[in-house]
């Protein structure tokens, strides 16, 4: 079963891009709406490869946002770490859901995630209080098929 | 359905369970965010983790930093010269203006000796690109390709042609990020040039206002008023131009009016920002300030400061300083 596995230079390679497209400049009314893409990749990986992106993982792509868009050093990686272990546990069932479902569970996660995010900056005494914030939320969630698509494609043609 | 692969979570037997995971990464990370807020021990660390962060800047800058060569490259020759008329014609301007400037630099130098005061003139500049990254779409925080390798250090106040744009927050290797003066949780103190009313000058999260929510309904205010920066935070040296005032409302059952006011440097449209290093005097002016404002730039810093707003007083007086220091010959303050 070694050619099921999933390399690890793919997961390489699309945390590269992912984490590319954090800081691109978009154009204004769409910038706010930036899907947090990495999150995404980490929760598939977490889904579809789970003993090659494990918590530490999670971690250190957290760390990555952190050193691109953060303002403290450990804020966006606890939180992807916190995401990363809710995907972990319910790995086994999650995979074998609908997409749909699977779209729906993401938007919870990401949700999650936005809120600690907004917590902890508030902790740090600097929080963002528009509503805008809460976008990538739902861009996340809608953009979850066509990831899995995608990544599914790739996956079973070069398996 | 997502992928199956044969690579999927044992169930049972090797590897450590999940929840030890979770705890010991989430104590890490708790531990790295409160030495880096409390402490600030992750100087160095952060240093280095943006520089291992420059190549993904480099690869997404690429394609504007091609476009401005193409464009610079095949800019038509009558374009070049007409930009070419008005650059001189500029210079020329500039220079007539410059003419008085070494006397009056000279006499405001001896004033300010006979006075006492240690406000420097002038300083060490150096040019930074603003680079083409997204840093956070809710905060008004920039990145500049200027780094602590041509000593830019926190803190630092930033210009461009028109006005100052905010200060430093933090410093890489080779690039920094900057918050703006209208970022909602920046303030500055200023001054109404007219007649040096002292107020503070918040960010409201848009580009294009300012807000003094510390006027008096009776202190003297017009729009149109200019507003400079008074120095007395330590961070930003006098005098330096911050923003036009737009609106003023007075409701006299208020204690406060309505104060709002329009940034002078062009927020949105600059490509290149100016660094300042200003002279060493106005840095050791108030170091028990400064330290005590370095720690965050936010709001609440600036609000207790004796400067608070409320007096109409002349801003004749300047508030007390240590012994006096003629401006010394420039020297570039690494800090």
């Known amino acids: 079963m070694s050619e099921g596995r999933i390399s690890r230079l793919r997961v390489t390679v699309t945390v590269i891009v992912a984490i590319i497209f954090a800081v691109v400049p978009l154009p204004e009314p769409i910038n706010a709406a930036r899907p947090d893409l990495l999150l995404l990749l980490v929760i598939y990986w977490s889904l579809s490869a789970p003993r090659i992106a494990g918590l530490l993982f999670a971690w250190f792509c957290g760390l990555a946002i952190d050193v691109l868009k953060g303002i403290v050093l450990g804020q966006h990686a606890f939180a992807f770490l916190v995401v990363a272990y809710m995907t972990h546990k319910l790995q086994l069932r999650m995979r074998i859901w609908p997409v749909s479902q699977q779209a729906l569970f993401v938007f919870g996660f990401l949700a999650v995630y936005q809120f600690l995010v907004f917590w902890l900056d508030g902790i740090i005494g600097q929080p963002v209080t528009t509503w805008q914030r809460w976008l990538p939320v739902l861009s996340g969630a809608l953009l979850w098929p066509v990831l899995v698509a995608v990544l599914d494609t790739w996956n079973r043609r070069n398996r | ?335």
Not at chain 2, 11 to 27: E, K, M, Q, S, V
Not at chain 2, 140 to 153: C, L, P, S, T, Y
């Open chain 2, 1 to 335: 359905m997502v992928t199956l692969s044969s690579d999927s979570r044992n169930i049972i037997g090797r590897g450590p369970p999940l929840g030890a995971g979770l705890f010991f990464l989430g104590l890490v990370s708790v531990g790295v965010m409160m030495l880096d807020t409390r402490g600030g021990y992750l100087e160095t660390v952060r240093l280095w983790l943006g520089a291992a962060a420059n190549p993904v800047y480099a690869v997404v800058q690429t394609p504007g930093q091609l476009w401005d060569w193409l464009t610079g490259s095949f800019a038509d020759r009558t374009r070049l010269r007409l930009e070419n008329a008005e650059l001189s014609e500029q210079l020329r301007v500039a220079r007539v203006k410059l003419l008085q400037f070494d006397s009056l630099r000279e006499e405001n130098v001896r004033l300010r000796a006979v006075r006492e005061a240690s406000a420097g003139v002038g300083g060490r500049t150096m040019i930074a690109e603003i680079m083409r990254v997204d840093v956070d779409p809710f905060r008004h925080r920039v990145r500049i390709n200027k780094g602590a390798e041509d000593g830019v250090f926190r803190n630092q106040p930033v210009l461009d042609a028109f006005g100052i744009v905010g200060q430093v927050v933090q410093v890489d290797k080779y690039s920094a990020t900057l918050i703006l003066i209208s970022d909602a949780e920046h303030a500055i103190p200023v001054q109404v040039n007219r007649n040096g009313i002292r107020s503070i000058a918040v960010g409201a999260g848009d580009l294009n206002k300012l807000s003094l929510p510390y006027m008096t309904v009776e202190s003297d205010v017009k729009t149109g008023d200019l507003l400079v920066s008074s120095g007395l935070d330590g961070i930003f040296p006098a005098g330096y131009p911050v923003a036009h005032v737009t609106r003023v409302e007075r409701n006299p059952a208020d204690t406060f009016a309505l104060v709002e006011a329009k940034p002078l440097a062009q927020l949105d449209r600059d490509r290149e920002v100016l660094l300042l290093w200003t002279d060493p005097p106005t840095q050791v002016e108030a170091p028990a300030q400064e330290s005590d404002i370095a720690s965050k730039p936010a709001a609440a810093t600036s609000q207790p400061k004796p400067a608070a707003t409320t007096e109409t007083a002349p801003a004749a007086e300047t508030p007390p300083k240590p012994p006096a220091a003629q401006p010394q010959p420039q020297q570039p303050s690494q800090e």
